[in-house]
Structure formats: C-alpha cells, structure tokens
C-alpha cells in the first residue's frame, strides 16, 4: 500500500479529472469508462495514488454544485476501487462529496481551500481517518488571480500552514494524516511560485510530507512562452526539483514520465528506488535487446 510509504520515497499522485472543463484535460474522462481505462493505463505507469475530481479550480471557473459533482465523482471511485486497488484521493473542497468518496473508498481528501470553504469538512476528515492534503489558496478560484500581492510569500504559506494545523488537531485529525501544499498557480504571481518552489526545505520545518502540484500550469508557460499541450519537460524539471529539495509526492498528469523523473531525482538525492520483479526482467529484456549483458550496463 504506498501511502505507508508516504514520506519514506516521493509518491506520483495521478490526476484524473472528471470535468468538462479543467484546464488541461477537461473533456477528456467525463464518462465513467474513459475515467477507469485512464487510471488503469495510470496504474501500468507507475501510479502511487489517484486523485478524482469533479469540479475544476482552474482561474475564473464556475463552481458546480454539489449533486452535479457527486455524480461526476463516486461512479469513477467506485469503479476504481473495485477493479484497480490503488489508493484514491478526493478532490474536493465540499464535505458532502468528501463523505461520499471516503465511504465509497476513497482514503485521502484533496482540499484546494486548506479545509476553508465547507465548515464540516475536518469533522469528514476526522471521523473517516483519512489522509487530508491541506493547500494553500489566496482567495477563492474565481478571484485568486486578480492582483496577488505578498510581502513574504514563504512566511505567509508557513504561517497558514501552522493556523490550519493548530485548526485541525483542535478539530481530531491527526497530524499523521496531514498533507501540506504550498497550492502553486492559486492567487501566485510567477515570482511566487517559483520562490515557493525554490523555499521547499522551509516547508518540511514543519515535520509534515509535502505536495506539490505543478503539472503543465502558467507559470511553465510564461517561464517557457508555452500553450499548455507543450508544458511536459517543463512541468518534469519542477518534479526533479521538488523531489531532489524533499517533496514527498508530485502531483501530475503525465504519470510515465513523471515516474521516471521522480526514481531519478531520488537516487540522486541519495535514494536508489527499489525495483520490482517486473521493472528489472524489463531492464534484463532491454539489455538484451541491445545485446548488452549485465556487466555492459551504462
Ligand atoms: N492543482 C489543481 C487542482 N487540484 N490540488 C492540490 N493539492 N494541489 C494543486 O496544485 C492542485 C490541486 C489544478 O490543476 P488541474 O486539476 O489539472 O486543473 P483543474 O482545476 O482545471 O481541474
């Protein structure tokens, strides 16, 4: 089960969006068998946990309520849980649709409003046990980006990130099950999210794992003048980072990649990751293939 694992090697946290409308995949999983044969192909990848979500936070979105989203949601956990067994993520930041999902298998809820928006929420969170990744949002999705401003952004995601765990042990939830993320693109200016991401060591002062989500986001396409189709090797070189700076998981769209990404930034770190049966019959079938015997590995 790799959420054991969580904080002992960097976790891929795939993402499957059942939206119309999200960003970068909107469309794409809405019915319930597009979803599943995505996580399935996620799983053959190298998935670590699957985070479903039912309404998109990207800039300016239109919030959808809660029947819409719940339908959207369950059906794809349900499915999910019963043919794949990997762990799955929520993402929501509404009470209701997290009950649903932890009581249709889900085990960690994916709150973008840092347990803010939906009062019950912790109480969820508390009597369910789950895994709760606490982000860090300036304002709400529709006027996030509408001027961020920040006289000390690292002190003043810190700061949020202390409140909220005072907030939620008062509240029953154990520190154990909390995640952090510092919530790039969320009301950040491009100087913000790469501080962010730059100050990750600050982050793990606080003794909890950290997430970090940067897959094909804005600020690679303005540090790269890039649409959002071609934001691969950038989002791979913030997962390298992130990894190699102490992020215990990433949160991406592209899971092959990214799987790669993560094993190689963490054997440099000092890390070898270990490998299964299957991955290292692949690499004796590789060398094979190359007519290389295991003593010409390079
Ligand atoms: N980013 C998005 C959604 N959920 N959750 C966490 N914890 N951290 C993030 O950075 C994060 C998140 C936005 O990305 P995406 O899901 O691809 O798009 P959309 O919100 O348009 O569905």
Same mark, same amino acid.
């Given at each position: ?82 043919? *794949?067994? @990997? ?7 509404? =009470?209701? /649709? &997290?009950? $649903?999902?932890?009581?249709?298998? #889900? %085990? ?117 003048? *890039?649409? @959002? ?7 791979? =070189?913030? /997962? &390298?980072? $992130?990894?190699?700076?102490?992020? #215990? %998981? ?49």
């Amino acid at each position: 089960m790799p959420l054991e694992e969580l904080g002992r090697r960097p976790l891929i946290m795939g993402v499957l969006n059942v939206t119309p409308d999200s960003f970068s995949d909107g469309g794409r999983y809405v019915e319930v068998s597009a979803a599943l044969n995505r996580a399935r192909e996620m799983v053959r990848e190298g998935v670590d946990i699957i985070d479903v979500g039912g309404e998109s936070t990207r800039p300016g979105a239109e919030p959808v309520s809660l029947e819409e989203e719940m339908g959207r949601v369950i059906p794809v956990i349900e499915a999910i849980r019963e043919e *794949l067994g @990997v762990p799955v993520s929520v993402d929501t930041y509404k =009470a209701e /649709v &997290a009950r $649903a999902a932890l009581e249709s298998g #889900a %085990v960690m809820v994916n709150d973008v409003s840092g347990l803010r928006f939906s009062p019950p929420m912790a109480q969820v969170v508390a009597q369910h046990q789950a895994y709760v990744v606490v982000m860090h949002m300036k304002g709400t999705p529709r006027d996030m980006q509408r001027n961020p401003h920040y006289e000390d952004v690292v002190g003043e995601v810190l700061t949020f990130f202390q409140e909220r765990l005072e907030f939620l042990d008062a509240q029953g939830v154990s520190e154990e099950r909390v995640l952090l993320d510092p919530g790039i693109g969320f009301g950040k200016r491009l100087e913000d999210n790469l501080t962010l991401i730059r100050e990750i060591p600050r982050f793990l002062e606080l003794g909890r794992p950290l997430l970090l989500g940067p897959s094909r986001k804005s600020f690679i396409g303005q540090v790269l003048g *890039l649409p @959002v189709e071609d934001r691969l090797e950038g989002t791979l =070189a913030v /997962v &390298a980072v $992130a990894v190699y700076l102490g992020a #215990a %998981v990433v949160r991406v769209h592209d899971v092959a990649p990214a799987r790669r990404v993560v094993d190689m930034a963490w054997a440099l770190k000092g890390s070898l990751p270990s490998l299964t049966p299957g991955q290292v019959n692949r690499m004796d079938q590789v060398d094979q293939t190359n007519q290389v015997g295991q003593a010409g590995r390079i």
